[in-house]
């Protein structure tokens, strides 16, 4: 079953249906531009977004209103990045995030 967010509280509304390309640990994902990012990886049947930093227990989206953190991961090199509010672009490169995550320089990615 495919789940498309067209009206978000946060994102707004979309219009324009556009299909782009998102890269969950370098693979390819299908995705609209302009719907959360968390949307997209569930459509792909990606559950687990980070591990928590203690006792590496997986976390997905829990409020979907960017209030509680379950849906950080790493996107574009950004940790913590709550994807439940963050839009998709075409070309993005979102990264399961183990603990609290790393920034990477330039050069690491
Ligand atoms: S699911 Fe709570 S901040 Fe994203």
Known sequence: MI?????HPILGTLTDLKKV???FNDKPIAAVEGEPIA???LNAG???FRTTAKRHEPRSVFC???R????MMIVDGVPN????VTPV???MHVERQEGLGVVRKEADK
Do not use: Q
């Open 46 to 48: 990606i559950k687990v």
């Open 21 to 23: 390309t998102l890269y």
């Open 39 to 41: 949307v997209a990886l």
């Open 64 to 66: 979907a209103i960017g």
């Open 3 to 7: 789940l498309r967010v067209i009206e």
């Open 68 to 71: 509680c953190t379950d849906c």
């Open 89 to 91: 672009h075409d070309g």
């Open 81 to 84: 990045t709550r994807t439940c």
